[in-house]
Structures are given as structure tokens and as C-alpha cells.
């Protein structure tokens, strides 16, 4: 188990580049074996679950290898249709892979994925959806086997906009003979980079970003070399960071144009943000202003992977703000921890309120899923004194060295090592 220790009060300073972002690279990935020519990804960041999702490829026969922020993956040996279950269980997102092997083996087998720490994770627009382009299901003790001899082109709708339903849906239309139509899709960014991924390979995917897509069918894919977009998340977090310890920092490599929820929200408590080209310089005021509301949303509403941290700011927040969590059922872990700390939450199904207190006290503390433990770094960097935040390997599943990131703007933060025999 890794724990980061973090004592607060430093205002951070200075500037950082954002990484690549990890939910644009893991469907790309999936992507990548839509042919059996070799991808290169550039800038790749090195995240435990684009780590997962490497051994879930190599599993099926692909050759994934790294050369510096280089990834190739090379699927001309991919044999496998079955998703390795072991694996698939540490990231249900591997659940888009269902597409990609279908369209390449006209059959696949996955078992259902299971819930995780923010919820269920159900799969059925994912199977709802492959059923509308003909493919055929069977549900069998926890165990998926699908055939895909009889996919074929049409209109797909999906009854919410999930982002892996309308990824994988999108990656088993492309070789499909015809036009397909996807309606009410997501329209996240990164669905947006993994059509631009799409289109280099000779896909012929658009609509991406609106709430239909259309995809025309094509024979065949290439190879290609792709740096996938920045990552909207880390970069909402180091802006919460610099928010927090009332510091000024300057983000390079920020996808503005995505951030325009999350960047209302930091101006509403109090922020100044000023863009110059493709950077941010936030500079924050001494005491956060609490926000009246904020409810989590598909895009371009307010992100639910940036709730956690935006509660972290609102427990230092002059006022009382309140947040509903729209998008998954139980992603409110971090509140218990936070209240350690001194902050005083209170959690009422989806709904958290949020009363700003004078300061915050270190503890030791526990994160509890990817986002919730960035949360819990955020409230340290602030804290008066220390603060140990168990199973911190959980944050790098979506963050590249938060602690080095940290750090280099002048945070107090280390990461120690323990092989606890409770890990
Ligand atoms: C993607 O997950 C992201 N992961 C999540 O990021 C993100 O929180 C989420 O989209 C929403 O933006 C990746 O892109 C790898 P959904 P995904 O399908 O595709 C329900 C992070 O922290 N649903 O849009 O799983 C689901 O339970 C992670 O980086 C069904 O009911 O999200 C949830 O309540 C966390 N049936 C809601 O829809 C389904 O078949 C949104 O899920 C699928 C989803």
C-alpha cells in the first residue's frame, strides 16, 4: 500500500503541463486493434490503468510496448475474443474493448464487470446498444458470450448518454457496410478525440461532441501515430489545488474549450482566470466563496469526476454550498474523510451540503477511489499539519506523479511505500 504525507499550508506557485488524458487513451487503445497494423500513441501517460488496459491487450495476443511516452500497439497476433476476467474486474471501462473484438472476431465473451467504489457500473446500454446493430446476446451464470456474424449497420438510440456505451457502439460501427446513426450519445470531449483517433485510422465517423453521430461503414483501418488530448480532469485538479492554498499557477496544455462548467465554478468562488493561448493562469483569492449549487451532469454540464475535489474546496468556502452527485449513485466517499479533517459535510443520498469552516486539521485519512483521493490531497495541502492518506495508489490510476506535480509547485508532499499486511 502506498500512503502520501502532506503537510499543509504552502500557497503553491509556478507552472505545470497537463498530461495526456486517461479517458481519451483507454478507448483509443481499445480502438487500436480495429486493425492489425501497428499504433503508436505519443505522450502517454504513464497511469496504472493505461498499465491494466496493456495487459488486457496482451492477454488477447497484442504487443503492447512502451519507448519513453511512446506506447505501440501492435495487434496483428491478437487471437483472444474473451476478456480476461482477472483484469477486465481492475477497470470496467475495459468493457468498451466488446466492440472492437466483435468488429474484429465477430464474436466476444466478457463477464459482467461489477460494481466498484461510486457505484454499480451496469452494463446494459452497452448491450442494448450492440443489440441494436444485431448482435446477439446470451447471459449465462455472470458470463456474456456474444455473436456478431449478423451485425449490421442502423440506428442505435441510447436511452441515457452513457460515455462507454457510445464509445463502444461507435468502435463496432466503423467496418460496418452502411450508415449507422447514434442518438442521444454523450458528447464528452474525449469522445471527440476518439472520432479524430477514428478518422486518421480511414474511419468515416462525425457528430461527435453533438447529440448524434453518424458513422459510414468502411472495408478497412491503418495504423497511425496519435497524441490524444489533454486531460480536462488533472487540470481541473491542479486548478482546485492552486485554488486551495490560495496560491497563483499557471496550467499549460489546458483544453479550455472543455472546462467551461468547472471554470464557471472556480470564478463563482472567487477565482481569477486568465487564458493566454492554450494556458491557464488561475490566481485565488485568500478565502474561497462557497457556490450556491452544483449539480454534476453529462457534459457539457458539470463534470462528476471533478464533484470530489469542488467539495474539498467548498469545506474552506465562506457560506454553505451544496452539490448533487446526478451521474453515479454513491460517489460521495470522500465526505467521511474529509469530516475527519474538521470540514463538516453532510450527505443525504445525492445531495451534500456543505457548511465552510474556519480551517482544516491533518489526519490520517483513507481514498477510497480515484478522484475522492485526489479530493483528500487537495483538503491536505490546506490542513494545519500533517495528513496521511492511505491506499494512495488509487490516485494513480488517473494521475501521473500527483505528488511530484504537487511538489514542483511547492506543496509539502511525499509518498512512502508499505507492504501492510492489510493492503
Ligand atoms: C466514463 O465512465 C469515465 N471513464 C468516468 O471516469 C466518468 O466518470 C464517466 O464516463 C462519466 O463522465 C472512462 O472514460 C474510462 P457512463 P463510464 O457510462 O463510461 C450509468 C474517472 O474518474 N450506466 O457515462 O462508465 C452508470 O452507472 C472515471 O476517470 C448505466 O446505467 O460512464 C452511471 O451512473 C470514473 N448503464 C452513468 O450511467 C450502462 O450500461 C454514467 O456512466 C452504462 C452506464
Given at each position: 500500500m502506498d500512503v502520501l504525507r502532506i503537510r499543509g499550508g504552502r500557497r503553491l506557485t509556478g507552472e505545470w503541463t497537463v498530461h495526456t488524458a486517461k479517458n481519451a487513451v483507454l478507448p483509443i487503445m481499445a480502438a487500436a486493434?480495429?486493425?492489425a497494423e501497428k499504433t503508436f500513441l505519443e505522450?502517454?501517460?504513464?497511469?496504472s490503468d493505461v498499465g491494466y488496459m496493456a495487459d488486457i491487450l496482451r492477454t488477447l495476443g497484442c504487443r503492447v510496448a512502451r519507448s519513453g511516452r511512446t506506447l505501440e500497439i501492435d495487434p496483428q497476433g491478437m487471437s483472444g475474443y474473451e476478456m480476461p476476467d482477472g483484469l477486465a474486474k481492475k477497470i470496467r471501462s475495459s468493457i468498451f474493448l466488446l466492440g472492437p473484438i466483435l468488429t474484429r472476431f465477430h464474436k466476444a465473451t466478457v463477464t459482467f464487470p461489477g460494481g466498484c467504489e461510486i457505484g454499480l457500473r451496469p452494463i446494459d446500454l452497452h448491450l442494448s446498444g450492440l443489440r441494436q446493430l444485431g448482435v446477439e446476446i446470451r447471459e449465462e451464470g455472470g458470463v456474456i458470450h456474444c455473436d456478431g456474424r449478423h451485425m449490421c449497420a442502423g440506428s442505435v438510440h441510447f436511452d441515457y448518454p452513457s460515455v462507454g456505451a457510445t464509445e463502444n457502439v461507435m468502435m463496432a460501427a466503423v467496418l460496418l457496410k452502411g450508415r449507422t446513426v447514434l442518438t442521444n450519445v454523450a458528447r464528452e470531449p474525449e469522445i471527440v478525440d476518439l472520432q479524430q483517433f477514428l478518422n486518421r485510422m480511414g474511419a468515416k465517423v462525425r457528430g461527435a461532441g453533438s447529440h448524434t453521430i453518424v458513422v459510414e461503414g468502411v472495408s478497412k483501418l491503418h495504423g497511425v501515430s496519435y497524441r490524444p488530448m489533454p486531460d480536462r480532469i488533472v487540470a481541473g485538479t491542479m486548478l482546485a489545488a492552486a485554488a486551495i492554498t490560495g496560491g497563483t499557477v499557471r496550467l499549460e496544455r489546458v483544453p479550455l474549450e472543455d472546462m467551461h462548467a468547472v471554470c464557471s465554478k472556480l470564478r463563482e468562488m472567487g477565482c481569477v482566470l486568465t487564458h493566454q493561448g492554450e494556458g491557464v493562469t488561475l490566481h485565488a483569492p485568500e478565502k474561497l466563496r462557497a457556490f450556491a449549487q452544483l449539480q454534476t451532469q453529462?457534459?457539457?454540464?458539470?463534470?462528476t469526476d471533478m464533484q470530489a475535489q469542488l467539495l474539498a474546496l467548498a469545506t474552506l468556502a465562506s457560506g454553505t454550498s451544496v452539490l448533487v452527485?446526478?451521474?453515479?449513485?454513491?460517489?460521495?466517499?470522500h465526505a467521511g474523510d474529509l469530516n475527519r479533517m474538521g470540514a463538516d459535510v453532510l450527505i443525504n443520498g445525492r445531495t451534500a451540503v456543505v457548511r465552510g469552516v474556519k480551517e482544516l486539521y491533518g489526519a490520517q485519512v483513507t481514498a477510497r477511489d480515484l478522484r475522492g483521493g485526489a479530493a483528500l490531497a487537495l483538503a491536505a495541502l490546506r490542513a494545519n499539519g500533517e495528513t496521511v492518506i492511505e491506499q494512495?495508489?488509487?490516485?494513480d490510476r488517473g494521475y501521473e506523479d500527483l505528488e511530484g506535480a504537487l511538489a514542483s509547485l511547492g506543496a509539502e508532499i511525499r509518498r512512502e511505500t508499505t507492504n501492510s499486511e492489510y493492503t
Open positions: 486493434v480495429l486493425t505522450d502517454c501517460p504513464f497511469l453529462p457534459h457539457p454540464g458539470f463534470p452527485e446526478n451521474v453515479f449513485e454513491n460517489r460521495y466517499g494512495a495508489q488509487l490516485i
